[in-house]
């Protein structure tokens, strides 16, 4: 038996609307979310059904990834969309294997119980966005977010208001001089 997920779902108006905020200050040949340790499939579906509504005349590819069990229920509640790639596999050997050309526009972090390997994920996803790209996260007051603001504050990512206390939206205002 598989173990209880304790994972939530973000309130679907509240995913909705920092996707809906997310701006192209260049229209890009490609558009990248991810969704990072999904364990449900709700928030991708989201994220997908969004992109690919508001800007359907954008390539899209959307990157959900995880070590979770229910692998099986997941691809079968999100083979209907094209623009997914799912893989089995933890953050850490995601971003050793994925040197990505292509910039992240929305990427939403799930809940990670360690802050070193929450870190290391910021700063690898921080390094391939551009002005307009937007991180959410997902039981934002489960982690020391003093460490996590720091980073995206020098990378000039800014919180966006409007959300509850366990989201939070940050969005990249200027690139680094």
């Known amino acids: 038996m598989g173990h209880k997920m304790s994972h939530n779902i973000i309130d679907k108006k509240t995913l909705k609307y920092a996707c809906f ?20 499939t709700e928030n991708s579906s989201v994220i997908m059904d969004h992109f690919e509504t508001r800007f359907p005349e954008i390539e899209h590819t959307h990157i959900a990834f995880s070590n979770c069990e229910n692998q099986t229920q997941i691809l079968k509640n999100l083979c209907h969309y094209q623009e997914l790639n799912f893989l089995k596999m933890d953050p850490k050997t995601f971003m050793a294997h994925f040197p ?4 992240f526009i929305f990427v ?5 119980k360690n802050i070193e390997h929450l870190v290391e994920q910021v700063v690898w996803f921080v390094n391939r ?9 997902n039981e934002w007051n489960q982690y ?11 990378y000039n990512f800014k919180p ?18």
Do not use: W
């Not at 020391?144 to 020098?154: A, E, Q, T, V």
């Open 108 to 112: 939403l972090f799930n809940k990670e």
């Open 129 to 137: 966005t551009y002005v307009g790209s937007r991180f959410v996260f």
């Open 21 to 40: 905020q997310t701006i192209f200050v260049r229209k890009p040949p490609l558009v990248m979310t991810c969704e990072v340790n999904i364990q449900r």
């Open 100 to 103: 990505f050309a292509f910039p």
């Open 144 to 154: 020391n977010n003093k460490i996590i603001k720091d980073i995206l504050d020098c």
């Open 160 to 177: 966006v208001s409007g959300y509850k206390d366990e989201v939070i939206c940050y969005e990249r205002f200027k690139r680094n001089a």
